[in-house]
């Protein structure tokens, strides 16, 4: 199983970036998939997560700026980042295969991706 991140980059404050991740070697069409990001010397947060009966979960820092979406046939997950703030900077992961019944926390998920790096400038 691989699930590959991309679409991080340099942006501006008020700025948006679209996240994927792609799921390879198994399909996740049961199980949540989520966006989780950590900033330098801070803990792995957080951001968002997809249900495979589309209900969304999302932090309040990010809700009303940032969508998540699944796309099954293809197998992908997206992020949409609208209006980011400096405090949006940091590695952006996707993880999938949460079947615990949680959704928020790194110990709900079984597959991590490597991360994509975000940075929005002030």
């Known amino acids: 199983v691989q699930l590959q991140a991309s679409g991080g980059g340099l942006v501006q404050a008020g700025g948006s970036l679209r996240l994927s991740c792609v799921a390879s070697?198994?399909?996740?069409?049961?199980?949540?998939m989520g966006w989780f990001r950590q900033a330098p010397g801070k803990d792995r947060e957080f951001v968002a997560a997809?249900?495979?009966?589309?209900?969304?979960y999302y932090a309040d820092s990010v809700k009303a700026r940032f969508t998540i979406s699944r796309d099954l046939a293809k197998n992908t997950l997206y992020l949409q980042m609208n209006n980011v703030k400096p405090e949006d900077t940091g590695v952006y992961y996707c993880?999938?295969?949460?079947?615990?019944?949680?959704?928020?926390?790194?110990?709900?998920?079984?597959?991590w991706g490597q991360g994509t790096q975000v940075t929005v400038s002030s």
């Open positions: 070697g198994r399909t996740f069409s049961q199980s949540p």
């Open positions: 997809r249900r495979w009966d589309v209900t969304t």
């Open positions: 993880a999938a295969g949460a079947y615990s019944g949680g959704y928020s926390s790194t110990s709900d998920y079984k597959f």
